[in-house]
């Protein structure tokens, strides 16, 4: 790869450097690309970006970009180079023990945030398997009258997670747990009863990693793709643990993988707790979520 040196160098110089290096190892898009790790770099929107275009950059902030560049054309996702992604509208602090959160688990937030408009009563729900927190942290910022546990299993995850829920204030109304799934609230007495109950947990086969980009399966932690022999290993553990937390009238979000529709309605319907069972689809029509009313 051939290096951005020099003193004096202007952003739209940086940014032909860095196309052309992302041209050369096959990312889509190159200038965009170029344009949108600069902006998160030094903090600016794409339209600062353009306008500034003449500008020289600091000598610290032309090395830093370049270091980010070299990581991005070995494949590592820009979210973990910037260590930001943004989730409904809010940032969240990612690194590589969390998933990045995906756009299509935004949809889990508006199904909860309709299920809840309207409501009196107070909502204490559970995120199980939080991850970077997004779901639970999302979820509290916008609902003011609703509390949360939050389960990982993950230490690393909690702690990014915790560091989420800090800088959207709202650390007072989450409750972080680490432990598998509702074994974690087991040693609460008496239990916390939630009458929401939201998940994105781990979802694929070892198969389904394999064939992953790999800018995915190299860099995203294994456990929270991970969903066993059949991919619904969480499913099971989940809608087993369910019945000793439940708090009626009640909704349960689960985001669930494009081909598994089928299969988690089953196994909700094994659970005799749900009255009504709904299934979403997401912006490409593909099933997304699993909602069930109990
Ligand atoms: C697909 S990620 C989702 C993270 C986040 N909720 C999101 O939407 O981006 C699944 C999360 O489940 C956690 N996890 C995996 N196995 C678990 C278990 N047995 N109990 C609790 N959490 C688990 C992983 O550490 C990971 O953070």
Redesign the pocket.
Known sequence: MKSLTGKGISIEEALRWASFCFKEAGIEKPRDEAEILLALLQGWDRLKIFLGRSTILEEKKAAAFAAAVERRVLGEPVAYITGRKEFYGLEFKVNRE?????PE?ELVVDAVLEWASGREEDICGV??????G??AVTLAYHLPQAAFYA????AE?LRVAQANAVQHGVMQRIHFCR???FE?LSEIEPPPLFNLVV?????LTAAEIDALPATIRDYE?R???NGGLDGLK?YR?ILKGMSRYLRRPGLMAL?IGASQGRDILALCRSHSFFHTLTLLRDYQELPRVILGLY
Do not use: F, K, Q
């Open positions: 969390v998933l990045i959160p995906r688990t995120d199980l398997g939080c991850g970077s997004n779901l389960v990982d299993i993950s995850a432990g598998d799934y974690a998940a994105n947990p781990p979802y932690p456990l929270a793709l969480a553990s985001e």
